[in-house]
């Protein structure tokens, strides 16, 4: 991963800006344990790392209706191919991960109608 995706350098609210939600709702996902950003003193700042972890968060909230404790248990759990050290070969061939691949670019860009 390139060091500059996982450099703390946007604020709260840019933050919750480029997210489309307030940074309330950011406070509270931290505090329910689905973020852990950076703090400079009492500030608080993510990275592009967190961003994007927290557009997955928020589609699998609003989008799929997943309530916050079953995302918690989402990214909290290891997938099977991290747990058996695949190769790149095997991951390219195993239908599990495939299809977790589809989902995780249909996140990142979401088909509209």
């Given amino acids: 991963m390139k060091e500059q995706e996982t450099l703390p350098v946007y604020t709260i609210g840019i933050a919750a800006k480029l997210l489309g939600v307030c940074p309330a709702t950011l406070?509270?996902?931290?505090?329910?344990?689905?973020?852990?950003?950076?703090?400079?003193?009492?500030?608080?700042?993510?990275?592009?790392?967190?961003?994007d972890r927290l557009e997955y968060v928020k589609c699998l909230l609003q989008k799929r209706k997943i309530n916050v404790a079953g995302v918690k248990e989402i990214l909290d759990s290891n997938f099977c191919w991290d747990l058996k050290e695949c190769s790149e070969k095997a991951r390219n061939t195993c239908p599990v991960y495939l299809r977790h691949q589809k989902i995780v670019r249909e996140q990142a860009h979401p088909i509209t109608w």
């Fill in 27 to 51: 406070r509270l996902w931290e505090t329910k344990g689905i973020i852990k950003p950076s703090r400079i003193g009492k500030n608080r700042f993510y990275s592009k790392r967190d961003i």
